[in-house]
Nanobody
Framework: QVQLVESGGGLVQAGGSLRLSCAAS??????MAWYRQAPGKQRELVAA???????NYADSVKGRFTISRDNTKNTVYLQMNSLKPEDTGVYYC???????????WGQGTQVTVSS
């Protein structure tokens, strides 16, 4: 059973920075990603990174957020800079297991950006 432990959320003023972490237990993951869900909105992809290092970002965060992963620790990070109030939401870690392509979700961590 894969377990994900997220950390790093919190309250920050606009223009500030936060770093999210997600540690996954067990196996190798082909893709590790971050999604977010703002109140009253659908969950959306923020950033994703493959095992080979390729990355994909939502247009709204390009140039401000950076995803990275440490494959030796099965951990994915999201460095968020120049935060805006519209970045507020619950951020979820998502991983895809290489062997089965099954996806797993973290419990979510709240990010609140005040204006």
């Amino acid at each position: 059973q894969v377990q994900l432990v997220e950390s790093g959320g919190g309250l920050v003023q606009a223009g500030g920075s936060l770093r999210l972490s997600c540690a996954a237990s067990g196996t190798i993951f082909s893709v590790m990603a971050w999604y977010r869900q703002a109140p009253g909105k659908q969950r959306e992809l923020v950033a994703a990174q493959t095992l080979g290092g390729s990355t994909n970002y939502a247009d709204s965060v390009k140039g401000r957020f950076t995803i990275s992963r440490d494959n030796t620790k099965n951990t994915v990070y999201l460095q968020m800079n120049s935060l805006k109030p519209e970045d507020t939401g619950v951020y979820y870690c998502n991983v895809r297991q290489m062997s089965s392509s099954r996806e797993y979700w973290g419990q979510g961590t709240q990010v609140t950006v005040s204006s």
